[in-house]
C-alpha cells in the first residue's frame, strides 16, 4: 500500500506515544506506513515488528525496515543505523524507550559493579535491612552508586538531542508507569501527566523534548484509543 501523506512544511512530526504492554504501541507505528510516502526506520527492542509484518501489516513490508536490538550497544548501533538512513520525509521509529532505559541502566551498573541491576539490587538488598531498601528505593539505590552520573548523558547524547532536532520524523514508544506516586517526581512532571494518572517509564526529558506526547490505551474494538497529554511544545 503507498501513502500520499507528507509533512506540509519543514517541521518534522516528533511524538512519544506511551501506554500498558499490548495497548496498540507497535501497531500504531505500521499504520503510519499504510499513510506515508516516506519509509520506516525501526529499532525494535521486544522482536515486536517482524510477526505483525508476516501477518497483519505485509502490505507495507517493503516500506519498513527493522533492527532488533537486545542490549546498551546494539541499542546505541540501532540509532546509528537508523538515522543514518531516514530522509527527511521518512521516520525513525524507536520501540520501545522503556526497554532502552534498562539496557542503559544495566550497562552503566556493569560498568561501575560489574553486575546488571538485577544482581546488584539483590545484593544491595541482603546488605541492607527493610526499612533502608524502602527508604532509598531502587531509584535511589542507583542514585547512590552514581549509575545516573554515568547514564544519563549517554542517554542524552544518543537519543534525546536528536529528539529536539532529528532531520526526519520520529515516533517513539514507552510502557506507562504510575504517575505522582514517586517522592523523586519532580514539579514538572506531575503537571504534565498529572491529569492522565500515568506517565512514559524512561527518561524523562523524551517528554519534555518531544513535540508531541500520547497516552494510548485499547477501545472496545481492540484498536488504540489516543489521548494527547501535550501537542508541540
Known amino acids: 500500500?503507498?501513502?500520499?501523506?507528507?509533512?506540509?512544511?519543514?517541521?518534522?512530526?516528533?511524538?512519544?506515544?506511551?501506554?500498558?504492554?499490548g495497548s496498540w504501541k507497535s501497531s500504531g507505528a505500521l499504520e503510519i506506513a499504510r499513510k506515508v510516502k516516506g519509509k520506516l526506520w525501526?529499532?525494535?527492542?521486544?522482536?515486536?515488528?517482524e510477526g505483525l509484518l508476516e501477518r497483519e501489516y505485509a502490505d507495507v513490508r517493503d516500506k519498513v525496515a527493522v533492527k532488533e536490538v537486545a542490549d546498551w550497544p546494539e541499542f546505541v548501533d540501532g540509532l546509528e543505523w537508523a538515522f543514518g538512513k531516514?530522509?527527511?520525509d521518512d521516520w525513525v521509529v524507536v520501540d520501545s524507550c522503556s526497554d532502552a532505559q534498562d539496557f542503559g541502566l544495566d550497562f552503566a551498573t556493569s560498568m561501575i559493579r560489574g553486575q546488571d541491576v538485577a544482581d546488584y539490587l539483590m545484593g544491595w538488598a541482603e546488605r541492607h535491612n527493610q526499612s533502608e531498601f524502602k527508604a532509598t528505593g531502587v531509584q535511589g539505590s542507583l542514585i547512590e552508586m552514581g549509575v545516573y552520573d554515568l547514564y544519563n548523558p549517554a542517554w542524552r547524547k544518543s537519543l534525546v538531542r536528536r529528539v529536539k532536532a532529528p532531520g526526519c520524523h520520529l515516533y517513539l514508544t514507552a510502557q506507562a508507569g504510575v504517575a505522582g506516586v514517586n517522592p523523586r517526581e519532580d514539579a514538572q512532571t506531575k503537571v504534565l501527566y498529572g491529569g492522565i494518572g500515568w506517565k512514559p517509564r524512561t527518561q524523562r526529558d523524551l517528554g519534555f523534548s518531544a513535540a508531541t506526547v500520547l497516552y494510548v490505551e485499547k477501545d472496545k474494538m481492540g484498536r488504540g484509543y489516543y489521548s494527547q497529554v501535550k501537542s508541540w511544545g
Request: glycine share 10%; aromatic share 10%.
Open 1 to 21: 500500500m503507498s501513502g500520499t501523506w507528507v509533512a506540509p512544511g519543514k517541521a518534522r512530526e516528533r511524538s512519544l506515544v506511551y501506554g500498558a504492554m
Open 42 to 49: 525501526i529499532v525494535d527492542t521486544d522482536c515486536a515488528f
Open 86 to 88: 531516514a530522509e527527511a
